[in-house]
Structure formats: structure tokens, C-alpha cells
Nanobody, 126 residues
Framework: QVQLVESGGGLVQAGGSLRLSCAAS????????MGWFRQAPGKERDLVAA????????YYADSVKGRFTISRDNAKNTAFLQMNSLKPEDTAVYYC???????????????????WGQGTQVTVSS
């Protein structure tokens, strides 16, 4: 089992940037594909971005393409979500998630995550 702790959320004006971090408890962090999700009040939790174990393949929701960048540092057991050109509609609680199991290192996933962090609030003011 892996524990995930997000940080880096906060209040930012529209057009600004934030960088979220997701620290994992296990040195086997490189065994997990990672994803970032978000949930706005009254809405479902949606996938924002995903990254393969190796970091070589990524996926982005259409709403964030060109603005957000997912990355990971396996040596530091940490995943990141760089968010630029933020919009009020990006306001949500952001969660990182990990998917374990045997699969090719260049696979990313849009569903089926096993472990979740507690979330960090991102608020974008207009």
C-alpha cells in the first residue's frame, strides 16, 4: 500500500500559476502509474492528467491541454502538476492517485486507481 500527500494548493488570480506536488510514502513509487483528478462542488471527480510509471507517456483532459503539465520524479517519490493560465473553472479540490499492478512501464490510465491522497484545494478568483 502507498500513502499519498498532496500540497501546493491555494488561492490564485485568474491567469496565475500553481504547482501541485504529490509525495508518496514508498520507495517503490516507480511501480505506480499516477493521475491527478479534481472535484468541484456538486460535480463528479474527473481525471485531469495521467502519467505512466516511466514518465514517458502522459494524458490530459481537453479542458487543461496546453495549460497543465504532469510530471514525476521517481528518485524523489513525487508527482507534480504544473498549472498555468488558471481559470475560475479550474477551482476544485485536486487529488493525486496511484495505480499499482503489473503492466508495461509506458502505460497510463484514466480509471482504476487504487490509492488516493486527501486532496488540496485550488481556488482561482476572477
Amino acid at each position: 500500500q502507498v500513502q499519498l500527500v498532496e500540497s501546493g494548493g491555494g488561492l490564485v488570480q485568474a491567469g496565475g500559476s500553481l504547482r501541485l506536488s504529490c509525495a508518496a510514502s514508498k520507495r517503490t513509487f516507480s511501480y505506480y502509474a499516477m493521475g491527478w483528478f479534481r472535484q468541484a462542488p456538486g460535480k463528479e471527480r474527473d481525471l485531469v492528467a495521467a502519467i505512466s510509471r516511466s514518465g514517458g507517456r502522459t494524458y490530459y483532459a481537453d479542458s487543461v491541454k496546453g495549460r497543465f503539465t504532469i510530471s514525476r520524479d521517481n528518485a524523489k517519490n513525487t508527482a507534480f502538476l504544473q498549472m498555468n493560465s488558471l481559470k475560475p473553472e479550474d477551482t476544485a479540490v485536486y487529488y493525486c492517485a496511484a495505480k499499482g499492478g503489473g503492466y508495461p512501464s509506458d502505460s497510463y490510465f484514466t480509471t482504476g486507481y487504487d490509492y488516493w491522497g486527501q486532496g488540496t484545494q485550488v481556488t482561482v478568483s476572477s
